[in-house]
């Protein structure tokens, strides 16, 4: 659609020039238009929110401080619901009908996948925090998918800290995993979770799994207790965490649970059964306020839409509009798709909200930034550690 449009732009502008005798068409300076796809009501509604804010108030900073040389950004907010025919119809809303030049994309895996081709086609960049690798490269044949950007540790990269935590600093060498098959962003780190262990020397006592209408994992959490593991690990969003965590407790499971940042707060104000010996991964200590401006950001998304727990995803929002539009900053023209790739490409020790800086691979991801571990003390999150990158 965007290729025919052009085309037809095209023309009409030969037209004009070969009427008037003009020597130059000037490009009218008007707002720069960008997109955001969140879950806003879908499974994973809890991290979008707050990821859609953060996106929405980097450029409300943005623009109170001068915007893009002079212009002004306008954001526009699509909700994918966290299904993959919702995230279609949203990309072709903010593309195809109004006219966004790049997008702001979810924390989800299973509807950015759906995208690397027409952003290809469209010349769109989608830069966001979608963690299976197959989000910016083509597993057939390893190829980078120019237009896709992930701000944050892959899901390899955070299986490999997360295991590397629990056998180097917990001592733990009976692994069992559990979680849902059909979310990319699950299986992406249960599968190099379990290479990891292997390769290790550890033993993977049990391997469970789930489906996304399912309600009841008591029958997986038994033969988990079963298998004698030590360690399980959860991986999947926040609801299905919740549903795991509490089958694994109510089955006698007395040992350490470890899992995705997903287990953030509110995780240990929602489960019913004590929260104890629990591990999982973060991207920022943003308790910390002495850490960047993520403890900045979640203060005052608490403060202006009540949310009782800090939430991570702002920063999410926030570090993907900052690195897309320090791109656009340099850019002769901040609409043009192709030049933006160039230079989102060049990003090079770029500080994000969480203090570190981050650098943009040939891959399209960052093998920059390490990983937060965080705990629960009395229900309040504390980090515990940090993987850095080797």
């Not at 287990?263 to 999982?280: C, I, L, R, T, W």
Request: aromatic share 8%.
């Amino acid at each position: 659609m965007k290729r025919i449009l052009t085309s037809i732009i095209v023309l009409l502008t030969v037209f004009a020039l070969f009427a008037t005798g003009a020597e130059e068409v000037k490009t009218a300076e008007g707002p720069i238009k960008i997109g955001s796809i969140q879950d806003l009501s879908g499974s994973a509604s809890n991290a979008g929110r707050p990821n859609a804010w953060g996106a929405e108030y980097a450029v409300k900073v943005i623009n109170e401080n001068g915007g893009i040389n002079g212009r002004m950004i306008e954001i526009y907010t699509q909700d994918c619901k966290n299904d993959v025919t919702e995230g279609l119809n949203a990309y072709h809303k903010l593309v195809d009908e109004i006219g966004v030049c790049a997008i702001i994309g979810p924390a989800l895996s299973n509807p950015a996948s759906a995208w690397v081709e027409l952003a290809q086609e469209d010349q769109v960049p989608i830069i966001g925090h979608f963690m299976d690798e197959v989000c910016t490269t083509n597993p057939d044949n390893g190829q980078t998918y120019k237009y896709m950007f992930l701000c944050e540790p892959s899901c390899s990269q955070q299986a490999r800290d997360l295991a590397e935590y629990a056998i180097a600093d917990l001592g733990k060498k009976s692994f069992a995993v559990l979680y849902n098959p059909s979310n990319a962003f699950a299986k992406a780190q249960a599968d190099p979770f379990v290479k990891y262990v292997k390769e290790r020397g550890c033993t993977l006592a049990a391997s469970e799994t789930f489906g996304w209408a399912d309600k009841d994992y008591s029958a997986q959490a038994l033969k988990i207790v079963a298998s004698g593991a030590e360690c399980v690990f959860l991986g999947d969003y926040l609801g299905q965490m919740l549903i795991a965590y509490d089958a694994l407790r109510d089955a006698g499971f007395k040992g350490t649970v470890i899992g995705a940042n997903t287990m953030a707060p509110p995780f240990a104000n929602q489960v019913k059964n004590e929260v104890h010996d629990v591990y999982f991964l973060q991207n920022y200590d943003m308790l910390n306020p002495s850490v960047g401006n993520i403890n900045a950001l979640v203060t005052k998304h608490m403060a202006e839409t009540g949310t009782a727990s800090p939430q991570v995803n702002v920063g999410f929002g926030w570090d993907a509009v900052l690195v897309l539009t320090e791109a656009m900053k340099k850019a002769k023209d901040p609409t043009d798709g192709a030049e933006l790739v160039s230079l989102l490409e060049q990003t090079k020790d770029l500080e994000l909200s969480g203090g570190v800086k981050i650098t943009i691979n040939a891959q399209h991801r960052t093998d920059t930034m390490g990983m937060y571990i965080a705990t629960y003390v009395d229900k309040q999150m504390k980090i515990v550690g940090y993987r850095k990158v080797e």
